[in-house]
């Protein structure tokens, strides 16, 4: 039987790339994976729940629900429009920005978030 040591040691199990590296191109996935949500015109929802994203691209436009639960992102861009639910249940989020309208309902369990904006739209 093998040992997991030798396996480490002969360097047969050993990744070719670095937990960083392998973050860097999931990400670089990820905003290929926007950008081709925005070319396809924004139709039905978008899916980015737990994943390393950081930030989403200014006046986005999402035709159904828009999922960041447990994500990286700390921050969403002014005029985002939601016309479905928005998720955003364990993230780092503040506060949500200007102009932020959703058509469904709005999680904000598991956040810092103890205000919101005078401008909030949620239908």
Request: charged letters at 20%.
């Given at each position: 039987m093998i040992k997991l040591i030798d396996l480490l040691e002969n360097k047969i199990l050993v990744p070719r790339r670095s937990p960083e590296e392998r973050e860097k191109n999931h990400l670089i996935a990820l905003q290929k994976k926007i950008q081709q949500y925005i070319k396809?015109?924004?139709?039905?929802?978008?899916?980015?729940?737990?994943?390393?994203?950081?930030s989403l691209p200014n006046n986005l436009t999402v035709g159904g629900g828009?999922?960041?639960?447990?994500?990286?992102?700390?921050?969403?861009?002014?005029n985002l429009k939601v016309e479905?639910?928005?998720?955003?249940?364990?993230?780092?989020?503040?506060?949500?920005?200007?102009?932020?309208?959703?058509?469904g309902f709005?999680?904000?369990?598991?956040?810092?978030?103890?205000?919101?904006?005078?401008?909030l739209t949620v239908e």
């Open positions: 396809d015109g924004g139709k039905g929802s978008l899916d980015l729940g737990n994943t390393p994203i950081t828009l999922d960041l639960e447990n994500t990286k992102i700390t921050s969403l861009p002014n479905g639910y928005l998720d955003l249940s364990g993230t780092k989020i503040t506060s949500l920005p200007d102009n932020l309208t959703v058509g709005l999680d904000l369990t598991k956040t810092p978030i103890t205000s919101l904006p005078n401008n």
